[in-house]
């Protein structure tokens, strides 16, 4: 197994084998991020992706999840994807879920055909960045994709029997953005109705535009007791029966995990106890010393 560069996968991704397919990311251009800022984007060689689950085969006796790294290796060409899954099921039979990242782009340039294919040749699920449901902001953030775009895409994944975990991020608009943020992003969640939702709360980056913005007094960043507001707003405003919502991730300061619509006042209360606690306050004294 060989890897290029830091290597990043979705916190229920931790216990796979993580096969890099692609080097980075190929939109590389958001605002917040700086998780690929380091690699020049290409697509591995087949012949050593596929040397490297010979060598993993190798080194590890039971393999029940595979990921495919890096930012969205659905952008590989489907003949290509397709062997390298086959090979997947060849060599671990027990392998019970293939996943990857995937962007709208990635999803709209594939056939309806195609997305079938991949799905019975065992892709099973696909991890893709909403960030926000507000088209304002994610122009603003230079996400290149439109919320309509994305949510054509998750309807074809969906289509193609994919299923769909989806990621929103709270703050990510400042305090001048955060009530928008929350109810268009509770939108868009809504009309995609994916199986999984996982909230995450925005972290400012080293040599990001937005950390930049944020140094230069453009940006005002939420404190911690905004950030449970706003993560407050999103999930009130959400109607999407059957969709597993998480707030799972280290950047979130309350921890949930529910299922919507069925638990959705349960974790309403979970995040009035946290703004009434008062240790959001407490936190927000460590936020402004790790500035």
């Given at each position: 197994m060989r890897y290029e560069g830091q290597i990043y996968?979705?916190?229920s991704e931790a216990y796979s084998y993580i096969l890099q397919v692609t080097v980075g990311c190929s939109h590389n251009a958001c605002t917040f991020c700086n998780m690929y800022a380091d690699k020049q984007f290409h697509i591995r060689k087949l012949s050593e992706i596929l040397e490297d689950l010979q060598m993993a085969r190798r080194a590890y006796r039971y393999v029940e999840r595979i990921f495919l790294a890096d930012g969205d290796a659905l952008i590989v060409r489907t003949e290509t994807l397709l062997e390298i899954l086959r090979t997947i099921r060849r060599l671990f039979p027990e392998c019970a879920r293939i996943t990857s990242y995937a962007s709208a782009r990635d999803l709209l340039?594939?056939?309806p055909g195609e997305l079938a294919l991949l799905q019975k040749n065992g892709l099973d699920m696909v991890y893709l960045g909403l960030e926000s449901g507000s088209e304002r902001i994610l122009k603003a953030i230079n996400k290149g994709v439109t919320?309509?775009?994305t949510v054509q895409a998750c309807a074809k994944a969906k289509d193609a029997g994919i299923r769909l975990s989806i990621t929103q991020i709270?703050?990510?608009?400042?305090q001048d953005g955060m009530e928008e943020n929350a109810s268009e992003s509770a939108k868009a969640l809504s009309r995609?109705?994916?199986?999984?939702?996982?909230?995450?709360t925005?972290?400012?980056r080293r040599g990001t535009p937005m950390t930049k913005d944020f140094e230069e007094g453009r940006f005002k960043r939420l404190t911690p007791k905004q950030i449970v507001e706003e993560m407050r707003m999103l999930v009130a405003?959400?109607?999407?029966?059957?969709?597993v919502l998480r707030s799972n991730h280290i950047s979130n300061y309350v921890q949930l995990c529910g299922t919507m619509n069925r638990d959705k006042s349960i974790m309403l209360e979970q995040l009035d106890l946290a703004l009434a606690s008062g240790r959001l306050e407490n936190e927000y004294i460590s936020y402004l010393?790790?500035?």
């Open positions: 996968r979705p916190p340039l594939k056939t919320v309509e775009e709270t703050g990510l608009a400042g995609i109705n994916p199986e999984y939702i996982g909230i995450m925005l972290t400012l405003g959400m109607d999407s029966e059957g969709s010393e790790n500035l």
